[in-house]
């Protein structure tokens, strides 16, 4: 059974930084797109960022220059580095994964097939 396992979150004031991990268990996603979402309440699901297998990387327009996504290999973990955070950056942070090997990654929620139960990330102004 494939388990995503989000940790890290937390309340931290504006200007800060905090530092979000993705643990997947189950099977290997070394060969897997993964990705970082958010959810704000009353607002639809937002694309974060995303990396390829062979580490390229992509990131929504509002995190982009704040945020860094990276990967471990060896320990099937993704994290998400988030720096200079503001209010508008409140959310319930979800990791994803897609299911197709050497998949490209995507901006799309619909494209993957894995998520885990999110961690809340809750930025004071």
């Known amino acids: 059974q494939v388990q995503l396992v989000e940790s890290g979150g937390g309340l931290v004031q504006a200007g800060g930084s905090l530092r979000l991990s993705c643990v997947a268990s189950?099977?290997?996603?070394?060969?897997?797109?993964m990705g970082w979402f958010r959810q704000a309440p009353g607002k639809d699901r937002e694309f974060v960022a995303t990396?390829?297998?062979?580490?390229?990387?992509y990131y929504g327009d509002s995190v982009n220059g704040r945020f860094a996504i990276s990967r471990e290999n060896a320990k099937n973990t993704v994290y998400l580095q988030m720096n200079s955070l503001n209010a508008e950056d409140t959310a319930v942070y979800y990791c994803?994964?897609?299911?197709?090997?050497?998949?490209?990654?995507?901006?799309?929620?619909?494209?993957?097939?894995?998520w885990g139960q999110g961690t809340q990330v809750t930025v004071s102004s």
């Open positions: 189950g099977r290997t996603f070394i060969t897997n797109a």
């Open positions: 990396i390829k297998w062979s580490g390229t990387t």
């Open positions: 994803a994964a897609r299911k197709e090997r050497y998949s490209r990654g995507s901006s799309d929620h619909r494209d993957y097939d894995y």
